[in-house]
């Protein structure tokens, strides 16, 4: 089970952070990635952390601003979101893939994991 937290209402150029916290499973096995889903849009992805931590990728239009981090220990994956836009609006998913490989997986239907989702509101 993914819990997802952290979302909230942030005006332009603040900050928020997300968690992702993972229970009944192995979370070490555990690639995970943050999409994010806006009004009538698709769901998108946002970043990925590999089950080690040694690799982590981003979409483009988030690079720079957002880091993903991962704390073995605690079972959770964190976004941090600086310097955010109206256009990050959205609700924002954790996933998870069990897998032993380091394999960088953007689409949705690679992930066997969900959270529930925490919503993001950045004002202008």
């Known amino acids: 089970q993914l819990q997802a937290s952290g979302g909230g209402l942030v005006q332009a150029g603040g900050s928020l952070r997300l968690s992702c916290a993972a229970s009944?499973?192995?979370?070490?096995?555990?690639?995970m990635a943050w999409f994010r889903q806006a009004p009538v849009k698709e769901r998108e992805f946002v970043a990925f952390?590999?089950?080690?931590?040694?690799?982590?990728y981003y979409t483009g239009s988030v690079k720079g601003r957002f880091t993903i981090s991962r704390d073995n220990s605690k079972n959770t994956v964190y976004l941090q979101m600086n310097s955010l836009k109206p256009e990050d609006t959205a609700v924002y998913y954790c996933?998870?893939?069990?897998?032993?490989?380091?394999?960088?997986?953007?689409?949705?239907?690679?992930?066997?994991?969900w959270g529930q989702g925490t919503l993001v509101t950045v004002s202008s």
């Open positions: 996933a998870a893939k069990r897998s032993t490989r380091v394999e960088v997986l953007t689409g949705p239907l690679s992930y066997d994991y």
């Open positions: 009944g499973r192995t979370f070490t096995n555990l690639n």
């Open positions: 952390i590999s089950w080690t931590g040694s690799t982590t």
